[in-house]
Every structure is written in C-alpha cells, then in structure tokens.
C-alpha cells in the first residue's frame, strides 16, 4: 500500500478508510505526548523525603552563612541574627517550589534548589553600614524588579551557551566549590582553635569514605542515598567522639512564623540600588549558567522560555524575599552536583526539599538539629559533590569539537580567568568596587569570558585568520617536512608498513636508531 509522510513526521498508511488514518495519527500523538521528561519522574513519598533532606542538609551551610555574615556586620542581636536566619530558610523553601514546580511565565521546572545568594555578601555589608537592613531590602527590592524587567534579554542566549560555554561553566562551577569544601573540611570557622585540626580534617575523610563504599554497594537506593547516611553516620561519630553537640537544640521557640518587615520598612537610596543592581546582573549571569548546567545533567532541553521562566522565578523570588526578611534569591551550585552524583533528575524531589525549607523557616527547633551537623562532615561529602560537577563539566567539554578552530584556547583562557579570584581571592581588591562585584565569583568570571570568547572566535568571522594559532597547531596531527621529502611518487602505506611503487616493503627505522 501507497505511504506518505505527515508533518509529524510520522509515516500513515492509506487504507480505504480515511478514518483509520486519522485514528492512527491521533494515538501516534497521544503516544508522544505521554513520553516524560527525566525531570517530570514521580517517586515514592519516602523516596522524596529522604532525596530531599538530602539536598536541604547538603545546602544549608551556605544558605545560613549570608544572614549570619549580614547580620553581624549590621550589628544586629542574636536573636535578630536567628531571624534572619529562619527568614533565609523560609524564603529558599518558597523560591525552591516555585522554580521546580512553576507558575505560568515563572519557573523553569528543573531540580534547582533556590537560596539567598551569595554573591551579594559584599555589597549588602557595604550597605548595611549607611542604612542598615531595611536599606539592603529596599536595595534588593528595587534591583530586582529591574532585574525582572530585563530577564526577557537573557532568555534569547541559549543559542550563545553551546556545550562549549555550558561545559566551561560546569567545570568551572565544580572546581570553585572546591575551596568550600577544603574550608568544611578544616571545621568551618576560621576562628575557632581547632579549625584545621587532624581530628576535623580525619572526619572528613571518615565521611568521604563512607560516601564512596555506600556508592559501591549494589542496592541503587543505598548507593543514590549514600551522601545522607555518609552525613547521618558521620553525625553520629562525630557525636560519640565529642565533636559535636546537640545541646542547644531545645534552646529557642519550638515554632515561629516569620515577621513580615521585621526589620522595618524598606529604605530606597539610588547608590544601594545601583550597587545591588551589579548584584543581580552577575545573579542572572551565574542562574543562566545553573539552570543550562543542570539542563544538561539531567539531559532536557533549555529553550529560550524555559530560561526566562527560571530567571524570572529568581527575580520574583528577590523581590518578595525581602517581605520574610531575607535576600537575593540564586540556584545553588552545589546541589546542581548533588543531582550529578546521585543520578535523582526529578524536580519533585527538590520541591520536597523547598518544603523541608519552609519547615525548618517555621520550626528553628528543626533548624538548630541540622546546623548540629559538623562542618567537617559536610566537607568530606563536599569533595564527592563538588568533584563530580567539575568531572560533569569536563564530560560535556569532551563532546566539543577542537579541530581547526580555537576552542581549545577558549576553554583554557576562560577555566583560567574563572580561576583567579579562587587562586587569589584578593585579585580584584585594588579595582573599583563593580568590578570586584562581577568577577570575585568565579563561576561568572568564566562564564562571562566564555561567553564573549564564544562570539568573538565563533560567531563573529571578522578579522580571523585561516593561519592555525600555535595552541590549536599543537593539538592537530603534524607531520614534517622533511619526512615528506624522502618519500617518492607511488610510495603508499599498507597495514602500517610502507610500500612503494613496485610493491617492496620500505624499512622504516625506529626514532631511536637514530
């Protein structure tokens, strides 16, 4: 029987019946369309709840360390520093779910864990000693609405993030969190006497060890779950040891809701909004780049409106963040590897995570039992999250075509350039205060370097040359010319031996014998 092609691409067989062929077209599409996603995978409640504490133990270090910094520095009281702190949590739980299970216009739906960002610490330190924190929430407030406003120029990259750009960021994202997890490691307070002691730096071995016989156990659940019980385990030798101490987890309310405006009203002052609106630019910068990383992890597409949604559920996030009392709100890297390392795409998973969030907003008393996790544990699981973002990144830049073009030196000069602020944290300290802003964060100095390497060398033909530069002449295939000379016309190869016209074998004498 006669076929013909549809515009579903989909091959129909003509039989008398016209009816039959529609039918069948109709059950091809409703085929299709049950096809899921890997991030739209629905597991146990059980399942949920264990990954998702997962992510939350994984991220909470960093998201109490921005309203601990913030809060000392404006010279708040302990118990306002505790607020800030549920205030953090509250608002990352909110920001959490709407990213991975979205509104209309807002959401990009991927496992993306949401927190207060850290890459305005310095700015809203600087602020907090003009007008203290309401001028920071009027600051976040005001810079993220303009931050909303432009997230529509930001969605029409993707086509300027190939693997190229994502597998740079993607390294680079692992091998800044890196230092992170050297800093747990060492016990996570710099002042403390016994930060860097053999007793922490032994924990966290303990710690990565488990992690990784946990992950050569053949049960699949074990092995996804091996950086919670490595966490769980570790806890409790810490405890049996003396390294820890659950004490001060019956000290303070049981249950609290947070203070809308708490702190005050917020202030707007033009040169806190310009410096915070840096802020959310490198915020969007580095969001992109986690939201294409994680994009390419869990192995779905990122279209242009997927990113916008995302960014514009960061930017939304930011704005009502400041209600609670908290700050900008950013996708945390380290739980893109967490999702890297355990293999678990689905974003319901992280919106129980984003639940446990607004849980412990609601209850300190939940809050308090997991900051009793010592750093040194968290530090040693660290090494395995972090280590295999950057081993994701080098995956991905293993696809990316060198021949013939200067790829190679992009991907050296922008994973270098995203390096200096981590070799040398006092890199920029001389330079204005936006410039320091943008590039103390690695992950964007490199994403921003990759991204205009990117169009200079790719996109943009002008003014390059057909002559190889010497980095992408040492990774072809060279021969010499005078190798060439003492070949004659007719010589060929033939099974790795060489032959000339007449068929006799030329011996080819071995480098050495020279």
């Not at 085929?31 to 504490?53: C, F, H, M, Q, W």
């Not at 966490?231 to 101490?245: E, F, Q, R």
């Not at 190679?408 to 300290?429: N, R």
């Amino acid at each position: 029987m006669p076929k013909q092609s549809t515009e579903t691409g989909q091959t129909a067989e003509f039989n008398a019946s016209k009816g039959r062929e529609e039918f069948t077209l109709a059950h091809a599409d409703e085929e299709s369309a049950t096809v899921a996603r890997p991030e739209d995978e629905k597991l146990s409640v059980g399942a949920n709840i264990a990954y998702g504490l997962q992510h939350v133990l994984t991220m909470y270090g960093g998201i109490v360390a921005v309203p601990l910094i913030v809060g000392q520095a404006a010279g708040l009281s302990p118990s306002d520093v505790g607020l800030l702190v549920t205030a953090s949590l509250f608002a990352g739980g909110l920001a959490t779910i709407l990213q991975t299970l979205g509104l209309p216009f807002f959401g990009s739906r991927l496992p993306l864990v949401q927190g207060v960002s850290f890459s305005g610490v310095a700015t809203m330190v600087a602020i907090s000693g003009n007008g203290g924190i309401p001028s920071i929430l009027g600051a976040v407030i005001a810079a993220s609405l303009i931050g909303l406003l432009i997230t529509p120029v930001f969605s029409r990259i993707t086509r300027f993030f190939p693997p190229l750009v994502t597998g740079i960021v993607i390294t680079t994202i692992g091998l800044t969190l890196m230092p992170v997890a050297a800093f747990w490691a060492m016990g996570g307070n710099s002042s403390s006497p016994d930060f860097g002691s053999p007793a922490n730096i032994q924990l966290a071995a303990v710690t990565l060890a488990i992690v990784l016989l946990l992950s050569k156990v053949g049960s699949a659940s074990i092995s996804r779950l091996s950086i919670l019980l490595a966490l769980v385990i570790g806890t409790g030798i810490a405890y049996a040891v003396g390294m820890t101490d659950f004490s001060q987890v019956s000290n303070g309310p049981f249950f609290a809701l947070p203070t809308i405006f708490h702190f005050g009203y917020p202030t707007f002052e033009i040169a806190a909004i310009i410096s915070m609106l840096i802020v959310i630019i490198v915020t969007l910068v580095e969001t992109s780049a986690d939201i294409l990383a994680v994009g390419e992890i869990v192995e779905t597409k990122v279209d242009s409106r997927r990113l916008g949604d995302g960014l514009r559920a960061d930017m939304l996030s930011s704005i009502l963040a400041p209600i609670f009392g908290s700050f900008t709100q950013s996708a945390f890297a380290q739980n893109v590897g967490l999702v890297a390392v355990t293999g678990v795409k689905s974003r319901y998973v992280v919106a129980t995570g984003g639940l446990f969030l607004v849980i412990l907003g609601l209850l300190p008393v939940m809050g308090r039992v997991v900051a009793a996790v010592p750093s040194s544990v968290l530090g040693g699981a660290g090494i395995v999250l972090f280590g295999t973002v950057a081993a994701s990144g080098i995956r991905t830049l293993s696809k990316v075509d060198y021949q013939n073009n200067m790829n190679l030196v992009i991907v050296a000069t922008s994973i270098g350039f995203g390096m200096i602020p981590i070799a040398s944290p006092g890199f920029y300290e001389h330079f204005p205060a936006w410039v320091a802003t943008i590039f103390h964060s690695g992950i964007s100095s490199a994403a921003l370097m990759a991204i205009v390497l990117n169009l200079l060398f790719n996109h943009v033909k002008a003014g390059n040359s057909d002559q190889q530069s010497v980095f992408v002449a040492a990774t072809e295939r060279t021969i010499r010319y005078t190798d060439i000379a003492r070949l004659h016309d007719g010589d060929y190869f033939l099974n790795g031996k060489l032959y000339d016209a007449k068929g006799v074998e030329i011996p080819m004498i071995p480098e050495a014998a020279h």
